[in-house]
């Protein structure tokens, strides 16, 4: 998908999760299951870290690369530049109602929290048959 992947070495989710400063505006190839797809236009997906309970964003530029729903639980190897949204909690909130109504799931705004948001911008993908 998109530009392919080139780079050998793989950036652990969670270095980048943990220390997200570190690895800002750098390319990284980063492997796991795919978690979620946009069932809209295919432009992200979520991939599972290697430590339980974290996942990150993978987002693409609509229709250069359309993951398809059936790369939900299958590994999924992406190249791409690790970004901050700068994100108010307004903001956050309006995104995260998106998701929601995406999926049909019910969504609670008092849950959200003033957090950073780090996510990929996707170049190229690889996902496993």
Not at 65 to 70: A, E, K, Y
Not at 85 to 103: C, G, R, T
């Amino acid at each position: 998908y998109g530009k392919g992947v080139h780079l050998q070495d793989i950036t652990a989710v969670s270095a980048i999760l943990e220390d997200p400063d570190a690895y800002i505006g750098k390319t990284v190839r980063i492997e796991g299951i795919i978690l979620e797809v946009c069932a809209k236009r295919g432009c992200w997906v979520y991939i599972a870290s290697d430590k339980q309970g974290q996942k990150i964003q993978v987002k693409v530029t609509d229709g250069e690369i359309v993951f398809p729903m059936s790369a939900a639980g299958r590994n999924g190897v992406v190249e791409g530049i690790v970004e901050e949204l700068n994100i108010s909690k307004e903001q956050m909130i309006q995104y995260l109602k998106h998701l929601a109504e995406e999926k049909g799931q019910p969504f609670d705004p008092s849950t959200v929290k003033d957090e950073r948001m780090i996510r990929i911008v996707g170049i190229g993908a690889e996902i496993e048959e």
